[in-house]
């Protein structure tokens, strides 16, 4: 990785940029980029409400591990809620509920005697606004997630807080001012913090609903940057109503909108570079060129 | 209004109409401000002649001397102090522990008709008259040991204290983002972990913040303890004994026939006056840390 925060980090790529053109240093597993991609999460038939009104409908669409995949499509579309859907976070509104599965590795996280807090821990997640614990060092935030897990050997606490601040591109900024409150740091430094708590209990998926909307454009970049690295490791999935960060980051692309209903709907997912110069759509080329949303 | 000549702004019409508003805004303002002034008169002139009648008789053998037999002028009020501080202290110990549970319990599992029934009633226990109270325990703990103790007054104490902090809790907690505990939602903590490890620290200082004013309430309450400490003009420590208690001692000096027992009661209540002066101070540098935490 360039140090980050050094002008030759920044300037790599222009910010118009469409292509994703970060390769990922090993794109996947076996190192063979012609091997079929394993799906991570199937997300399978899913429906969700707010009380009585629908807000997605019936999506069905197949995450690949290790690849960052994009949903984007105009306000209210319900691309957050279907995002919430897939570690159970969205039972967690008030009124919110699901229908349908999401399988991962096989297993339904919506089965019957499946612990939510088990689930959360494999499907993490980043949100729109940075939220560190606002009682909590950095040191200590980015712990948060292991305290839960019951971890309490300090040497492993400490080398886990290393790695994930050092994964989160943040530990050259702070590996000295570890003690002090997570939200002393910059708006960029905090959501950066909190991708470090979200990978600390080293979860499988790491979902991330609009993580630059509260962002300026160079922590912006920082963080685009940070979600190619991290598809190494990990499977992203990405909210954005930004079309050129999912067309900079993303390797596929959801397209959703909200129809006649005001529900949600599925409308194209396909390889990002085909839905950004083919698509197959008349709605996604409308909104991908611009003319609504 | 104006009609289509709009070669001025400011016709003859509207200036008047301007002067108008001016005048109607001049004098509410100043309604309402002689309002608030006279809201806080009583606060003024109360701080006032407390000081004037009381500094006389403060001394330091007021505060280190227990109360000479009836008559005798001098002494002082040690035990009294000892015993507002020791009841005040066990009350805080007992129900503290109950509101702030019972905060937790209406901010966090409260949003349902179990929590909206339990809200009205913690609201209703808040209005309680506290001689009512005091009478309460006294049929309840008094009665039947048939004796009056100092547990019974803390007992009085924290049953006022009780729904005070637990609806400040509730607030304190209700004000702590919706985000945070999403983040430890997102992190598979459950739902008592992040109650205990994000939601209760951050509204902490709100909820010391509600347990200092309560403090300053249950301090100065002599209704309560008439039936349940009595009053002790001895020193005492024993919990299981009548003890003194400052607003009880005044009561007791205030209509007494003897002068010197007027200028102590005056005395203590500018002890009982400083004290929540300087909870009030606490609270607000509390107040102020937790803004800038915030920022």
């Not at chain 1, 910010?15 to 970060?22: A, K, N, S």
């Not at chain 1, 699901?98 to 019957?112: F, N």
């Not at chain 1, 009682?135 to 971890?151: D, K, P």
């Amino acid at each position: 990785m360039n140090e980050p925060g050094s002008p030759a980090a920044i300037g790599e790529r222009s910010p118009m940029d469409l292509r994703p053109t970060q390769t990922m240093a090993t794109p996947n597993a076996n190192g063979d980029d012609k091997a079929p991609k394993r799906i991570a999460l199937r997300v399978d038939h899913i429906s969700a409400w707010y009380g009585n009104k629908l807000a997605v409908s019936d999506i069905t669409l197949d995450v690949d591990a290790h690849s960052v995949t994009a949903l984007i499509g105009p306000s209210g579309c319900g691309k957050s809620t279907l995002l919430r859907c897939m570690n159970r976070m969205h039972e967690v509104t008030p009124r919110g509920r699901v229908e349908g599965k999401v399988i991962l590795e096989g297993e339904d996280i919506y089965g019957a005697g499946t612990d939510p807090t088990r689930v959360r821990q494999r499907i993490g997640m980043v949100f729109q606004k940075p939220n560190p614990f606002p009682t909590m060092s950095i040191e200590e935030n980015v712990a948060a997630g292991l305290r839960f897990m019951s971890i309490t050997s300090k040497s492993e606490i400490a080398d886990r807080v290393e790695n994930s601040l050092k994964a989160a591109a943040l530990w050259d900024e702070v590996k000295n001012d570890l003690k002090k409150p997570g939200i002393a740091l910059s708006g960029g430094q905090q959501q950066r913090l909190c991708i470090a708590r979200a990978i600390a209990v080293e979860p499988e998926v790491v979902l991330m609903d609009e993580p630059c909307s509260a962002l300026d454009p160079l922590a912006t970049l920082k963080v685009e940057d940070l979600m190619r690295t991290l598809a190494v490791k990990y499977t992203i999935v990405i909210v954005t109503h930004n079309m050129q960060q999912a067309a900079r980051v993303s390797d596929r692309t959801a397209f959703m909108l909200a129809g006649e209903g005001g529900f949600g709907q599925l409308i194209e997912y396909r390889p990002t570079d085909e839905i950004f110069t083919n698509p197959s759509d008349k709605r996604t080329e409308d909104y991908i060129t611009g003319r609504f949303g | 209004m104006t009609t289509a000549s709009t070669e001025s702004l400011f016709t003859p019409a509207t200036e008047s109409l301007f002067r108008r508003r001016r005048t109607t805004d001049r004098v509410m303002t100043i309604i309402m401000l002689s309002a608030a002034v006279l809201a806080v008169t009583p606060l003024v002139l109360i701080v006032f002649h407390v000081l004037t009648h009381g500094i006389g008789a403060l001394s330091l053998s007021l505060l280190t001397e227990d109360p000479n037999p009836a008559g005798r002028p001098g002494g002082g009020v040690r035990n009294s102090i000892v015993g507002s501080a020791i009841m005040v202290g066990m009350a805080t110990a007992i129900g503290a522990p109950i509101a702030i549970a019972c905060g937790v319990f209406l901010s966090e599992y409260g949003q349902n008709r179990l929590g909206t029934v339990l809200r009205f009633l913690v609201d209703v226990l808040a209005g309680m008259p506290s001689i009512t109270i005091g009478l309460f325990i006294y049929s309840l703990v008094v009665l039947p040991n048939k004796k009056f103790t100092a547990i019974a007054g803390a007992m009085a104490l924290a049953v006022i204290l009780i729904p005070v902090v637990a609806r400040i809790t509730e607030e304190m907690l209700l004000l702590v983002p919706r985000s945070l505990r999403e983040a430890a939602f997102a992190l598979g903590a459950p739902r008592w972990r992040t109650v205990m490890t994000v939601v209760l620290p951050t509204a902490l200082p709100g909820i010391v913040t509600g347990l200092m004013l309560a403090l300053s309430r249950i301090a100065g309450e002599a209704a309560p303890l008439l039936f349940t400490s009595l009053g002790n003009q001895f020193f005492s420590t024993d919990p299981f004994s009548a003890i003194d208690a400052l607003p009880t001692r005044i009561y007791f000096y205030a209509s007494g026939p003897f002068d010197y027992w007027h200028e102590q009661a005056w005395a203590m209540s500018l002890l009982l006056v400083g004290f929540i002066l300087v909870v009030s101070l606490i609270v607000r540098a509390l107040a102020g840390t937790k803004v800038t935490v915030r920022q």
